[in-house]
């Protein structure tokens, strides 16, 4: 049986201020969000795609075959949505959640994150990172520089991200929705154990305008 997909598209995309959803902004002559549900449409482990969108544009989202639910006032509140969406008419054992803002997601990233976590019991989530490539310092009081970070330790988290639901629930139904920037250090406050698979670093977020133009060069190169 295949894994649903949640793929978060609620945001408002404030950073980027396309002056509307950033899911609908256009990328090579296609929203945003469409790029990556052609991904998961392609991920032979995925069965099921829905999708968390801004509250009352529903009817802006029109690619065939997707399952949209009102997201939230944050990224986890979207994620918390989605989910008991998705258990509502079914229980699968595992989810996966992607940001709709990564539209360079390959279909294999998303079978390997998933085939991942089911052939590893002991973890509870498996999520998509690249190495940190510059280095990172911890800034402390008025701007002096506390320490310099062990680069070799650190990651840069993306997603997809695939979880145990039953982990990801008990995760979201405890934790500070408001304050957490990605659904799984919600699960490691709540105990539980998070692996990180290797994504090309072309798995970019778009954030900002520039990253808009970088998409499109990556899209287009990838063709
Ligand atoms: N997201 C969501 N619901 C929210 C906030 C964010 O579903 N309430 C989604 C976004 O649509 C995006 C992903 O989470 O696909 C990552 O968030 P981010 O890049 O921060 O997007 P925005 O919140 O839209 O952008 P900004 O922070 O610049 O407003
Ligand atoms: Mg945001």
Do not use: C
């Not at 296609?30 to 549900?37: A, D, E, G, K, M």
Request: proline content about 6%; aromatic content about 4%; hydrophobic content about 45%.
């Amino acid at each position: 049986m295949g894994v649903p997909a949640l793929i978060v598209a609620a945001g408002s995309g404030q950073r980027l201020g396309a002056g509307g959803p950033k899911a609908l902004v256009g990328l090579r002559g296609r929203p945003l969000y469409s790029w990556s549900v052609d991904a998961f449409r392609k991920a032979d482990s995925i069965d099921g795609i829905f999708v968390a969108v801004p509250p009352g544009q529903a009817d802006l989202f029109t690619e065939p075959d997707i399952v949209t639910v009102e997201g939230g006032e944050t990224r986890s509140h979207s994620v918390a949505n989605g989910l008991r969406a998705i258990t509502a008419g079914s229980s699968p054992e595992l989810v996966v959640v992607h940001d709709a803002a990564r539209p360079l997601v390959t279909p294999s990233l998303i079978d390997a994150a998933v085939a991942g976590l089911e052939a590893d019991a002991g973890l509870d989530a498996l999520i998509a990172a690249a190495p940190v490539t510059d280095t990172v310092k911890r800034v402390g009081h008025e701007g002096i520089v506390a320490e310099t970070l062990d680069r070799s330790a650190l990651v840069s988290v993306q997603t997809p991200q695939v979880f145990r639901v039953e982990m990801l629930r008990k995760a979201l139904a405890s934790g500070d929705l408001a304050s957490a920037t990605d659904d799984a250090a919600l699960v490691e406050a709540a105990g539980g154990s998070v692996g990180v698979i290797e994504a090309p670093s072309g798995n970019i977020k778009v954030t900002v305008p520039s990253d808009l133009e970088l998409a499109a060069f990556l899209l287009e190169k990838n063709q």
